[in-house]
């Protein structure tokens, strides 16, 4: 089975604060998403990865960035948290033409 | 313009019937696939069940099928003997293009209550 491990279920930072969302697949995928979702507004997608070191912008790319050093982990780093980042957070990832497999989402809250 | 629409915010279904989730999508590509993705309370987007554009066949896995009219762009989801644990969040979405890789659009959900 495919496992993709978010590094944590539930955070809560401060605003002003860097911080770091941790994704990790063991299924040697080459791609790889971060999603946000958001009640009433369903699953955004804010950058994906098609290779190590790779990474394009999704919908709602402002506030974040990304990092793909190794193929099987895929950083989301809110530069500046502010409260409107404030939501559940989703990794993903597939093989050519395979579905998408999820993390189990970190619920993020910016006090 | 939405790309995939979810008509229904909530549904609800007795134990051990049927139900039917309706998705309809727009894409002016020839070659895409539709997906559903169950996400319980508990936050996991779980992979149900897949369907490619050029597929003949209706895709089926085990009380799963989904109800492909290309014609019609829709993409409706069958559960067939709902269950309690069935009870979560269902999303259909779309992939579209014929590469590899890929991103998914992905409608705003139905929430299914399942009444036992």
């Known amino acids: 089975d495919v496992k993709v491990t978010q590094s944590s279920r539930y955070l809560v930072k401060r605003t002003g604060e860097k911080v770091f969302l941790e994704c990790v697949q063991d299924m040697d995928h080459e791609n790889m998403f971060w999603y946000r979702q958001d009640p009433g507004l369903g699953l955004r997608l804010i950058y994906f990865s098609y290779d190590v070191k790779m990474k394009e912008k999704g919908d709602i790319p402002e506030g974040y960035s990304v990092s793909r050093e190794k193929k099987e982990r895929f950083s989301l780093i809110l530069e500046s948290a502010s409260t409107n980042q404030t939501s559940m957070y989703l990794c993903?990832?597939?093989?050519?033409?395979?579905?998408?497999?999820f993390g189990d989402g970190t619920r993020l809250s910016i006090l | 313009a939405q790309k995939i629409t979810q008509t229904q915010p909530g549904m609800f279904v007795q134990e051990k019937e049927a139900v039917t989730l309706d998705c309809t999508y727009d894409t002016s590509d020839q070659s895409y696939g539709l997906f559903w993705y169950k996400q319980p309370s508990s936050g996991e987007m779980i992979f149900l069940i897949y369907q490619g554009s050029y597929d003949e066949q209706n895709a089926t896995e085990g009380r799963y099928s989904l109800n492909f009219q290309k014609a019609r762009k829709s993409a409706n989801l069958v559960i067939s003997a709902s269950q309690l644990g069935d009870s979560a969040m269902y999303f259909c979405a779309m992939r579209e293009g014929g590469g590899s890789q890929g991103n998914l659009i992905f409608g705003k959900g139905t929430k299914l209550s399942v009444k036992p």
């Open positions: 993903a990832s597939s093989g050519a033409y395979q579905p998408q497999h």
